[in-house]
């Protein structure tokens, strides 16, 4: 069983940077790939990135060039740093685990966090 908990979001103007951390505690969270979700109001939730055994990166074309995803795998923590804020970044944010290399769908992962808001202003 792993647990994660997000946190790092606000309000931040366009152009600005925010960095989202997901705190994990179980067994052997180094051994899960992880990725980060958003969903806006009235969209269904999209991948955003991933991160599989710690080097593989993948990262959907609204936001790549702009955000990065890393863990440190001693502190348990996976982070998203989200440079060049746009205003269509607005959503909450999902950090999400996942046993097997996943993909890019939400039914691959297998475990979740309660979201934390991102709202960019303009």
């Known amino acids: 069983q792993v647990q994660m908990v997000e946190s790092g979001g606000g309000l931040v103007q366009a152009g600005g940077s925010l960095r989202l951390s997901c705190a994990a505690s179980g067994r052997s969270f180094d051994t899960y790939c992880v990725g980060w979700f958003r969903q806006a109001p009235g969209k269904e939730r999209e991948f955003v990135a991933s991160?599989?055994?710690?080097?593989?990166?993948s990262y959907d074309d609204s936001v790549k060039g702009r955000f990065t995803i890393s863990r440190d795998v001693a502190q348990n923590t996976v982070f998203l740093q989200m440079d060049s804020l746009k205003l269509e970044d607005t959503a909450v944010y999902y950090c999400a685990a996942a046993l097997g290399r996943p993909g890019r769908s939400v039914d691959e992962y297998d475990y979740w966090g309660q979201g934390t808001q991102v709202t960019v202003s303009s």
């Open positions: 991160l599989a055994w710690g080097y593989i990166t």
